[in-house]
């Protein structure tokens, strides 16, 4: 009996550990990727490259296009794009390095950070997108 309450005690210490440790850092992985991978570009505050690098922060490209950003991620980007109601025409170079999972983990960063109260998008919802943009991995 005693052996069981000790074990119960332990258990229970044990989640409470863990999941109060978890708690502030929820993308504390695509934090770090985002720092390794994009914040020489996009800044660590997430607020671009005066002009030149669209901000990732309270941006409505981020907001209002979340399936393309896996594939913008993976592959890079090309061309024009407009973010909030600014064009931008640098390359994006694409980080095709990076695992479905990290990807995913770097845009629920984005979405959490720096005012960001974006949708957090779900790993099926990036692994499909990917599908979609050549990824094989």
Not at 66 to 75: A, F, H, S, T
Not at 115 to 136: R, T
């Amino acid at each position: 009996m005693r052996n069981r309450s000790l074990l119960f005690t332990f258990l229970l210490t044990f989640q409470v550990y863990v999941f109060s440790s978890c708690e502030g850092n929820t993308y504390e992985h695509g934090k770090i990727l985002y720092q390794n991978f994009c914040s020489n570009c996009h800044m660590d505050d997430g607020s671009g490259l005066a002009g030149l690098i669209p901000p990732l922060a309270q941006a409505s490209f981020v907001k209002n296009n979340p399936g393309l950003l896996p594939c913008i991620i993976y592959e890079g980007m090309k061309g024009e794009v407009i973010v909030n109601g600014r064009q931008y025409h640098a390359e994006m170079v694409g980080v095709p390095q990076l695992t479905e999972f990290e990807i995913t983990n770097i845009i629920n960063y984005v979405n959490t950070s720096w005012g960001n109260d974006f949708p957090i998008v779900k790993h099926h919802i990036v692994k499909e997108a990917l599908v979609g943009c050549g990824y094989n991995k």
